[in-house]
Each structure stands twice: as structure tokens, then as C-alpha cells.
């Protein structure tokens, strides 16, 4: 089908170990999902620093992947919850794990004020029919998942990031006696509905670009 970037994110001050970045491998890992897409997705653990958006996004999306699907934890968070959209600001109070903050109020000064995400709606219903309880958000936030999402979304792919809470420090057993699914499981099958989605989308998009391309060739001609 067609090439998927999935993403995830390293510690940062006040999350040491981040649960974000494993789940993004243990995605991209999902045999099942690799007979969706037809072959593996592409995986990137970004370092939670701002300068990592040059250094380890930028390259990734030089590649043009066809759909994103990003991740990221929001700790403070009770469900997992799909971002409709990311913001022109950043925080110049949280600094990023190399001790750096934003410099000025806009992340980009003269981008526009936000970046929608036109699959996100699409996905949170992928997300309820496999079975999450999951939200919609209004936006990513004023840190790094958001600086990430709004150089994503200008890329114009479909492009979604999902936030996950922390998941649960141990399973404990359900009132049936049966025991909980781990978190990070139960989200990497979630997600993969997700991928497909996007994918399709990502694929919808190429074939009409590439259908709009041969038609100003022949116009050309
Ligand atoms: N969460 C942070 C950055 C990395 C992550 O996993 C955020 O919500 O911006």
C-alpha cells in the first residue's frame, strides 16, 4: 500500500522514561500491520529537543512518506486522545531535554496560526470502533509534540498525532478474574487501525496528485 512514517519520542525532564517511543517501535513492528500496509512502516524515536526537528524530522520528511502517524505522551492526560490540530506557539517555560525553550511566542514567527489535521476526525472513529475509549483534543500542547505535529501537517499529507496517558506502572487483575491486556498492546492494535486509515488516505492522495500531474503533462505537450 504506501509508505508510513510512525513516530515517537525520547525522555525529557519531566518524563524520564517515555512510553511513546516504545510503543512507536512496538507499532511499526506489528506483523499484522505490515500486511495492511504491505510492507513495514518507517520507525523515528525523536530526542525530545527542539533542534531534533532539523536534525531527525526534517530528514524523514524529505523522504515524503505518504502519512504520518505520530506519537506522544501526555502524562497529565486520562485517555488517549487524537489531535484535531497544532498551534504556531511554543512554551518558552518547559525547556526540551537539552535545556533549550522557545525563543519567541510563535514557533514559526509568520506561519499561520495553526495547522488542522483533515484525518483527524476519521481517525478517532478508527479508534472507537477498535475498541478505545478515545478523545479528541484541541490542540497538541505548546511543546515538542506540537512543534513536530505543526511541521508535519505542513507537509499536506494525511498526518494525525495521537497522545497517549501513562500507561499503568502494573496490570492488575479484573474484577473477572481474567487480566488486562497491557496498555502499550491494547494501543498498538488500536493504532494499527489508524495506520490503515491513514495509509488509504495516503494513497487516495497519490494516486490523485499523480492523476493531476499527467494531466498538466499532456497539457503541457
Ligand atoms: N510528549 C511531549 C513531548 C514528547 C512527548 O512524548 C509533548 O506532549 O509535547
Not at 31 to 46: K, S
Not at 127 to 147: E, K, M, P, V, W
Amino acid at each position: 500500500m504506501s509508505r508510513l512514517l510512525v513516530t515517537g519520542f525520547g525522555p525529557f525532564p519531566t518524563v524520564p522514561d517515555n512510553p511513546s517511543g516504545r510503543l512507536a517501535r512496538r507499532l511499526a513492528a506489528l506483523r499484522h500491520l505490515h500486511r495492511i500496509l504491505g510492507q513495514a512502516p518507517d520507525c523515528l524515536v525523536l530526542d525530545t529537543r527542539y533542534g531534533a526537528l532539523d536534525t531527525g524530522l526534517a530528514p524523514a520528511l524529505a523522504r515524503r512518506p505518504e502519512a504520518v502517524l505520530m506519537i506522544g505522551v501526555a502524562a497529565r492526560r486520562s485517555r488517549v486522545c487524537v489531535e484535531t490540530r497544532a498551534v504556531n506557539r511554543v512554551s518558552r517555560l518547559f525547556p526540551d531535554a537539552g535545556g533549550s525553550v522557545g525563543r519567541t511566542l510563535a514557533f514559526e514567527p509568520g506561519g499561520p496560526a495553526q495547522r488542522r489535521s483533515a484525518a483527524a476526525a476519521q481517525v478517532h472513529v478508527a479508534l472507537r470502533r477498535a475498541g478505545l475509549d478515545a478523545a479528541t483534543s484541541r490542540d497538541a500542547g505548546r511543546y515538542l509534540c506540537n512543534a513536530s505535529y505543526y511541521r508535519v501537517l505542513e507537509q499536506g499529507c494525511p498526518a494525525v498525532f495521537l497522545h497517549i496517558p501513562m500507561p499503568p506502572r502494573t496490570q492488575r487483575p479484573k474484577a473477572g478474574g481474567g487480566h488486562r491486556r497491557p496498555a502499550l498492546d491494547r494501543w498498538a492494535a488500536a493504532f494499527a487501525e489508524v495506520a490503515r486509515v491513514l495509509a488509504l488516505r495516503g494513497r487516495a492522495r497519490g494516486s490523485a496528485l499523480h492523476q493531476a500531474h499527467s494531466r498538466c503533462a499532456s497539457f503541457a505537450s
